[in-house]
């Protein structure tokens, strides 16, 4: 079995930085592709940035470039997130995904199959 807990979120005022961590379990990590959606309140979940299972290709949306890092260790099983200059448009609970793909880095929520319970992230002015 595969299971997804994300951590890191919390209270941050604009302009800082947050680590976000996602600890798996099982076999899957090492060998699915990852990646970070979040999802502010009324608004549907969007891509954030998403690495290869060898951390090789990363793809990060428009929003984040510049101003996000995904990495991965997969002898920790657990994949990062770290965002720096955040502003009050970043506020969202953000979700942990996994792929079965291994290489290409998908944006659509369609391609990944298990998802974490989410982390809220809050970015005051």
């Known amino acids: 079995q595969v299971q997804l807990v994300e951590s890191g979120g919390g209270l941050v005022q604009a302009g800082g930085s947050l680590r976000l961590s996602c600890a798996t379990s099982g076999r899957t990590f090492s060998s699915s592709v990852m990646a970070w959606f979040r999802q502010a309140p009324g608004k549907e979940r969007e891509f954030v940035a998403g690495i290869s299972w060898t951390g090789g290709n990363t793809y990060t949306a428009n929003s984040m470039k510049g101003r996000s890092t995904i990495s991965r260790d997969n002898f920790k099983n657990t994949v990062y997130l770290q965002m720096n200059s955040l502003k009050p448009e970043d506020t969202a609970v953000y979700y942990c995904?996994?792929?079965?793909?291994?290489?290409?880095?998908?944006?659509?929520?369609?391609?990944?199959?298990?998802w974490g319970q989410g982390t809220q992230v809050t970015v005051s002015s």
């Open positions: 995904a996994a792929s079965r793909l291994r290489v290409a880095v998908p944006a659509a929520r369609s391609e990944y199959e298990l």
